[in-house]
């Protein structure tokens, strides 16, 4: 009996799954079901949805004349009738919440603000974990070899401390080398990370990462994500598309240490496309992990000898509190008002004044005892952030 064949309703439990998507169970079989089809990737999906009037049940039940009027070329059109015979867009649904693997749509809230913004972004997310505020806003992407040296190795570890000190979420592909250290390190800093797979969430790879992946999310600290369905292996060519996605995830792209041909290498270049900042650690010019690095240097990216060479040139101003002063709660309207208004971007006093409708002689006085109970920190000339 086909896939297509087979009679799967969708259950009360995966309906609960899902409580806050957009899209009806339905709409986003068909999402998940499109996404299973080669030849139909972000564009091609976005002229179906203009077409049919974002009614995606019918551009998959859609005819040959239907699809060629939505812009469709034949040999896509062919393609892709032949293999939605055999995908059950609701099977798929169910076996993702068999595996509790969550989708995100272009649709959604909470599909990565950063990504939303580049060129052929995936319309289709799988998860397994959930997205803090700080990933969607506060995030570096960390990058470079798998066979790093002791270099290398210390690099990724200090500087992947710093940020996360900063309360940075720490961004990487899973491999071996750089990656795995950044992730690592990040956990075991008590910071977020995302590890992104160039294969469906079913399979991790490399496999001797397992217990890293494990680890990232009983540590309820981070997040696997792909763009690859179910059943998709880790092939040569998925690779470009998993860069391309953690750049897009970034503010910016680190690389700490990477020879000439380098996947890292294909990443920065990736985030210079998206129009993101790539920083690059300098090294001794006659190692050969370090040409891709020192290159990137030579051509333009930002070499950096601190973490504040990142933060800074990202205008991302983050103050840790002391564990053993932490910062009390507000009292006073006033105090209410202000931290309300506070982010972790630095906003000037006049502009506080302004959205707070409160007299200047309050709004001064208020964050002065704010800043002294640890509430705010002023990192310029009365630029003020939240400190927690």
Known sequence: MGQQERKVEVHDK????????????TELSYWIAFSRVMGIGPVRFQMLLDFFQEDVAHAWQASSKDLQ??????????????????????????????????????????YPPLLRKI???????????????????YTIGIVGTRKMSSYGHQVTEHFT???????????SGL?????TVAHRTALNQGGRTIAVLACGLDTIYPRTNYQLARDILDSERGIL???????IRPEPGNFPARNHIISGLSLGILVTEAPLKSGSIIT????????????????????????????????GAHPVLHVNDILENLNIHTVPLDEGTPARNPTTEEEKIL????????????????????????????LTIMELDGMVKQVGSMQYIRTT
């Open 69 to 110: 009027a939505a812009g469709l070329d034949q040999g896509t059109i062919k393609n892709f009738i032949k293999q939605r015979a055999n995908i059950n867009p609701p099977y798929e649904l169910e076996r993702l919440h068999r595996l509790t693997i969550r989708v995100i749509t272009w649709k959604d809230a909470t």
């Open 268 to 299: 920065a270049n990736s985030a210079l496309a998206q129009g993101r900042e790539v920083y690059a650690v300098p090294n001794n010019i006659f190692s050969t992990n370090s040409e891709g690095t020192n290159k990137l240097i030579r051509d």
């Open 14 to 25: 995966t309906a609960r799954y899902y409580p806050a998507n957009v899209l009806s169970l």
């Open 175 to 179: 491999a071996s080398g750089v990656d």
């Open 225 to 231: 994500l792909s763009a690859f369905p179910l059943g």
């Open 119 to 137: 060129d052929y972004a995936p319309p289709v997310l799988y998860t397994c974990g959930k997205f803090t505020e700080d990933d969607l806003h």
């Open 339 to 366: 931290l309300a208004l506070l982010t972790r971007e630095p906003q000037y006093i006049d502009e506080l004044i302004r959205l707070s409708k409160l007299d200047a002689p309050i709004v001064t006085s208020t």
């Open 161 to 171: 401390k710093e940020l996360v000190k900063g309360k940075i979420t720490i961004v």
